[in-house]
């Protein structure tokens, strides 16, 4: 009996394959030649069985959501495509595409005898060229075709025409039976088909064409996508031949009919369906979010800066890119759409979409890096503008994260806070005095016009009556005391002042930025003012590793990543480190109490540039605000033990357009009501205080103000 089943395979082989070759030949090779080809190809050994064929690398796209898991942001693909199993499928489906494109699947090996009998007889008695391709070889020949695996010439010799090809292809078809079974490989040919329309598998082709998922398909539209894969180009009904797509319709509900899948009556009742079509898109890429919501493609495009970022996804970027769009991962960002709603709406009462001035804002969660929100007044799109309106109301340059042409602002006074920590860590208490005059003349030397007193750095207090005097770390950063802080960069050096902006994360994307940090901080003494460019995303970022006694988490924008097959990846996961000793960053809490108004945990402070919003939030707060020279750009920054905020009023396309003093107020206006609004629900929390080893020089030596 094993005799007779090895020599019934033995000829099915033989005629398969010479039949092939004569079908395909026809009147191009002698038929001597192909029966020698055929037949050396059967006696040469047997390749192995790619892994590919047995678990497909198609092509699945990646979905992003928002951070409650269910919130759709956009999808990345590069063919629309998402596998779903058999059990997902209507049962119809199945029928219909072994009913069109393989009615005798249930009864071959992987190659039908029979087939290429007729086919060979069809191709000498009529001129004509039919394959007799079965349904398994059709898989064979779809997966290799696809296989990202394999070279471009590899994939494309999966589909030429040639004797060799089709010999391979049956001999993969009949190994694979042996490996999988019949429900398993219709499974993988319905996940890999395309069906025209951009479709790629039935899961995306039943959602763009009738935007329902596969299990919900009728007779009438299962007909009607099984009669697509032949002539998936031409006869696509959206944006082909929709009377084709009507034949080929009631083509595959005859052949259900004849072999007994379906009754007359009700394949009748089918055909007499109109074609109703109800087609959607799959969203794709970032100028690809929901409509109403796109403030939300300056968070997605950051998202693929971040992703292009990680070495995990690939050696190079486009590496990283070609995984984003094939690794069908499920990607669950930090994006908060209540607090981007929030943020988004305070933004745009401050400028609205069509103002030259623009005010990013980052909201950033301390002790994660986890990014809620990142809104600006900007529409995320490709949209033409009016002439003469510069990336406004519609632009895809990153103005909250920076990159690309974007350096991003300067942020003034906020900068204080690096020269704070670097000399808390240097061992200067916050008790530090000193008697800070109107105008200090500094070692430091500098170039240009702007506070330089025969070449040296020598900036002044905004209000000398209100700021010159002894001061402490305490009040000086509270009403933001220029000459104080630049005594204290001078006994600190700028050097560690710069290295400390670095060590929380803020980036140098100017180059000229770049090349004093690395060649000349050692008289960056105005960097302490905030001379150098930076983003809200940035400062967010360090405020928070504040926020968080000293633990700075690298901006993440994710959650979770899972891919295709339910593993998480690793760079979904926080990536956090210790940068400052505890109490130093509890000593820079204490003292940032005092800009906006709450009191330290010492009651050293004595008023604030944004006086006003620890009584108007209702719970601890600290921050700083800052002004460039000139009012050219105004920056407030806030935050709390659970979260902190950025935002910058600037002119993105000329650095020139002062925004003036006055937004300032409407800045602590945004993330005030941010933190209020997200933190509402949540508990009170205070900052813990620093010891008194950082507060003063002497241990007990405390007094009131």
Aim: with cysteine.
């Amino acid at each position: 009996m094993i005799r007779v089943r090895r020599l019934d395979k033995l000829m099915t082989i033989v005629i398969a394959g010479v039949l092939a070759g004569l079908a395909l030949a026809v009147a191009a090779l002698p038929a001597a030649l192909v029966l020698g080809i055929g037949v050396r190809g059967l006696t040469e050994p047997w390749s192995e069985l790619p892994a590919s064929l047995r678990t497909p690398p198609t092509a699945q796209r990646s979905t992003l959501y928002a951070n409650d898991g269910t919130t759709l942001i956009t999808s990345f693909y590069t063919e629309d495509r998402v596998d779903v199993p058999l059990s997902e499928v209507a049962a119809v489906m199945g029928q219909a595409i072994v009913a069109a494109e393989d009615v005798r699947f249930y009864q071959h090996r992987g190659v039908d005898a029979r087939g290429v009998v007729r086919a060979f007889t069809a191709n000498q008695r009529d001129g004509t060229r039919q394959g007799a391709s079965t349904l398994t070889m059709q898989y064979v020949r779809n997966v290799l075709a696809s296989d990202p695996a394999l070279t471009e010439e590899e994939r494309a010799r999966a589909t030429e025409i040639t004797v060799a090809r089709k010999l391979k292809e049956m001999r993969y078809a009949l190994a694979l039976e042996q490996k999988l079974s019949k429900e398993q490989i219709l499974a993988g040919y319905l996940n890999i088909a395309y069906f025209g329309a951009g479709a790629y598998g039935v899961g995306a082709a039943s959602k763009r064409y009738f935007s329902k998922p596969p299990a919900k398909l009728t007779l009438a539209e299962a007909a009607l996508l099984a009669g697509l894969v032949r002539s998936p180009n031409t006869d696509d009904p959206i944006n082909g031949d929709a009377d084709a797509a009507l034949v080929r319709r009631a083509y595959v509900l005859d052949r259900l009919v004849e072999t007994g899948q379906v009754a007359p009556d009700v394949a009748a009742a089918a055909q007499a369906e109109p074609l109703t079509l109800k087609p959607s898109t799959t969203p794709n890429d970032c100028a690809a979010v929901p409509k109403g919501h796109e403030d939300w493609g300056f968070f997605c495009d950051w998202f693929t800066r971040w992703w292009n970022e990680q070495p995990s996804f690939g050696a190079t970027v486009d590496e990283r890119q070609r995984t984003l769009r094939r690794g069908g991962f499920r990607i669950v960002s930090s994006l908060d759409p209540a607090v981007q709603r929030t943020a988004t709406e305070e933004v745009r009462k401050v400028y609205d979409v069509n103002d030259r001035r623009a005010a990013p804002t980052a909201v950033v969660q301390p002790g994660t890096g986890r990014v809620l929100a990142m809104t600006v007044n900007r529409n995320y799109g490709m949209a033409e503008n009016p002439t003469g309106r510069k990336n406004r109301p519609n632009t895809v340059n990153q103005l909250v994260a920076g990159g690309g042409a974007v350096t991003g602002y300067q942020a003034g006074s906020t900068f204080k806070l690096f020269a704070l920590l670097a000399a808390l860590e240097a061992g200067l208490p916050l008790d530090t005095g000193f008697d800070a005059p109107s105008r200090i003349v500094t070692r430091f030397q500098i170039a240009g016009d702007s506070a330089n007193c025969d070449g040296r750095w020598c900036p002044v207090n905004a209000d000398p009556r209100g700021m010159d005097g002894h001061r402490t770390m305490w009040d000086a950063f509270g009403l933001s005391v220029n000459t104080y802080f630049a005594w204290l960069t001078e006994r600190v050096g700028a050097d560690r002042v710069v290295e400390m902006a670095e060590r929380l994360g803020i980036r140098f994307r100017a180059e000229s930025d770049a090349q004093m940090a690395r060649y000349g901080a050692r008289e960056w003494g105005p960097f302490t003012l905030g001379v150098t460019a930076t983003t809200p995303l940035d400062l967010a970022g360090a405020y928070a590793a504040v926020a968080a006694e000293g633990r700075w988490c690298a901006p993440m924008p994710v959650l979770s990543i899972t891919d295709g097959g339910g593993r998480a990846a690793a760079a979904g996961r926080p990536d956090c480190r210790q940068v400052l000793d505890v109490d130093v960053a509890r000593g820079a809490a204490d003292a940032a109490r005092c800009p906006v108004g709450d009191q330290s945990m010492y009651r050293r402070c004595s008023g604030g540039t944004a006086a006003d919003l620890r009584s108007r939030l209702g719970r601890p707060v600290a921050g700083k605000t800052g002004s460039s020279d000139g009012n050219g750009t105004e920056t407030v920054v806030a935050f709390t033990p659970q979260l902190a905020v950025a935002s910058i009023a600037a002119n993105p396309d000329d650095p020139r357009d002062a925004v003036g003093k006055a937004v300032q107020a409407r800045l602590v206006d945004v993330v005030g009501r941010v933190l209020y609004d997200t933190l509402r629900d949540e508990p009170v929390r205070d900052f813990v205080p620093p010891g008194e080893s950082v507060a003063y020089r002497v241990t007990g030596a405390r007094t009131g103000n």
